[in-house]
């Protein structure tokens, strides 16, 4: 059975990746020239870290998510399973302590247990929560990756061309082309961040960092090399390319509070896109046509869900069955 993927987004390319495994023929079409280059996942800051996401998403998507962790250094061997941090300033210990009521699989650190993971944050802070078990990627290497995982495979990706994913010549259909599938999916919105990458050479950071600021929670996540990725903001908006004055400010006062090295950091880049989500923030599968589908709604959660959900979208091609958890 021949199955056209259209997007090449994370979710197109993990979804691509499950149904070649799982024995199709499968081609994707992309409508941007190269890859990455209008897909949300190249702001992503491509934490794998589904227990801290239990402080405000639904237990689904840390059910899911852990899937993300067998799944990416299987992959992508350039994923780092080092764990992620979680810290607050001594003032907002209220809000580490909720926080922790609020997530599970982690372990309550001193001042010393802090500087033991990462030392250039010795002596800033008394207090962390440590989720030992979670992981990071850079997503902009991580992308390259699965895209020659299926080339191996024989599977082809066409870009530049935008496709009708109803056209009856396409055959089987996955449509994964997230927030450009408005035009199907009415109660689609676009949840827009923005993001920084600095360098600053100054500072060693081995694993994500988020920080409990009063005003804007932050996290860092390392690239290597001395580069950061800052993130991220969540406004309403469907906006893709904007980045405000006003983001900029907040996330590198929110920067400078987890260290001050980064008053001195240059700034590398900066990015904005729109995150597709539904109401509820949860993702959905939802067949179309004759037996094709349309595979969505990751909201932030990009890399962590599209695993379990191109597995999913990989069963509905065997079985015509949606699993009730994401149906809808």
Known sequence: MQITVVGAGVMGLTTALALSERGFSVGVVERSATLGASACSRFAGGMLAPWCEAESAEPLVVRLGQEALAYWPRVFPGTIQRGSLVLAPLRDAPDLARFARRTTDHEMLDADG????????AGRFRSGLFFRREAHLDPRA???ALAESLAVRGVSITFGQEVDPADPSLGAVADCRGLAAQDRLPDLRGVKGEMLI????GLTLTRPVRMLHPRFPLYVVPRGDG???????MLESGERARVTARSVVELLNAAYALHPAFAEAEILEM???ARPAFADNLPRLRPFGQGSLRVNGLFRHGFLLSPAMASRA???FLNRTVSPEVMG
């Open 114 to 121: 802090i500087a033991a993971l990462e030392p250039d944050l």
């Open 142 to 144: 991580a992308l390259p």
């Open 198 to 201: 600095l360098r600053c050479p």
């Open 227 to 233: 580069v950061f990725m800052l993130g991220a903001t």
């Open 271 to 273: 990015g904005a896109d």
């Open 314 to 316: 990989a069963d509905y």
